[in-house]
């Protein structure tokens, strides 16, 4: 008896598992097909997104010149991937709904210096990392203060204004040091200001570029005076050019930043300059100037005290 109603339980467990598994089957895939699908990336946009065809129905013009910006030839070379309108601007979709209310995208020019700056680092991080800690960071100044992506007046940079105007159109102080008798030919094109200077900071003053020597910013050009020497004069290599010189422009020949060579040479050997030997003993009128018997006063390779 017992073993009758072991057969009819198993009977009807295994009639109902045969009728319930399909149903239960049927019920999962509907359950998939209902569920939300993540369309493959490579042919859909991201949510808010519209696309930059969508942008130039509008931006004709802007289009039209964007053609041959930097920023437009990366995007081509990464089959219009790359950098698009909305990947400075934000994503527009909200902005095109909304027939153009410029609230509903990010524009840098109503944005903060703070905003911009993000939006510019986002990609630009790596080649300016220390722009925020940079002066003109720290006195407001964004990206678009000295840059215009849509209306450059330079084609490398993307520059608002060429150099040097652009930079003495705030530095003002070394505008006229450019006038002196004695200048670097950077109003006549000569250099530039970025060829010393690295608008985008360092951590050295003024925005100076960093070299391994950081001599190397003036001696790349002066190269008769680069060395090395057997015979170097200390003051060149502990504090660099500027100790006799000045950058920028001078009253004085070879930019010295005294008229007298003597009374600059004096500033650190008024003890060798007041002894007899040198003929600068009291009463001496020193017309001799020191250069006159050191002429190797950069650095010498066969005497100590630069005379050849």
Not at 62 to 69: E, L, P, Q, R, V
Not at 259 to 264: E, Y
Request: charged share 15%; aromatic share 4%.
């Amino acid at each position: 008896m017992k073993r009758l109603l072991l057969c009819v339980a198993l009977v009807v467990g295994l009639a109902g598992l045969w009728n319930t598994g399909p149903a239960y089957a049927a019920g999962k895939t509907d359950q998939q097909a209902n569920a939300p699908q993540t369309p493959p990336a490579a042919t859909t946009g991201a949510p808010g997104y519209v696309g930059s065809e969508t942008c130039l129905t509008c931006h004709a013009e802007i289009g039209k010149s964007f053609a041959t910006n930097p920023h437009s030839k990366l995007a081509l070379m990464h089959n219009g991937k790359g950098i698009t309108c909305e990947s400075c601007h934000g994503p527009g979709q909200a902005h095109v709904e909304g027939g153009g209310d410029i609230t509903k995208i990010f524009l840098p020019s109503k944005a903060t210096a703070k905003q911009v700056d993000a939006t510019c680092l986002g990609c630009h991080a790596a080649v300016h990392p220390n722009f925020q800690r940079s002066p003109h960071a720290k006195a407001g100044l964004s990206c678009i203060s000295c840059h215009s992506v849509h209306a450059p007046q330079t084609e490398q940079a993307l520059l608002k204004l060429p150099q040097p105007t652009l930079c003495m159109s705030c530095h003002t102080d070394v505008k006229g040091s450019f006038d002196m008798p004695f200048h670097h030919p950077v109003n006549e094109g000569g250099i530039r200001c970025t060829d010393c200077h690295d608008a985008h900071g360092t951590f050295q003053g003024s925005n100076l570029r960093i070299t391994a020597d950081q001599n190397m910013i003036c001696t790349k050009c002066h190269m008769d005076v680069r060395g090395p020497f057997v015979y170097e004069h200390a003051v060149v290599k502990g504090e660099g050019c500027m100790a006799c010189h000045t950058p920028h422009g001078s009253q004085n020949a070879r930019l010295l930043n005294m008229p007298s060579i003597n009374t600059l040479c004096n500033q650190c050997h008024s003890q060798v300059s007041a002894d007899s030997i040198h003929g600068m003993g009291a009463g001496s009128q020193e017309l001799t100037p020191c250069t006159g018997c050191h002429t190797m006063i950069h650095g010498s390779n066969i005497n100590a005290a630069f005379i050849r």
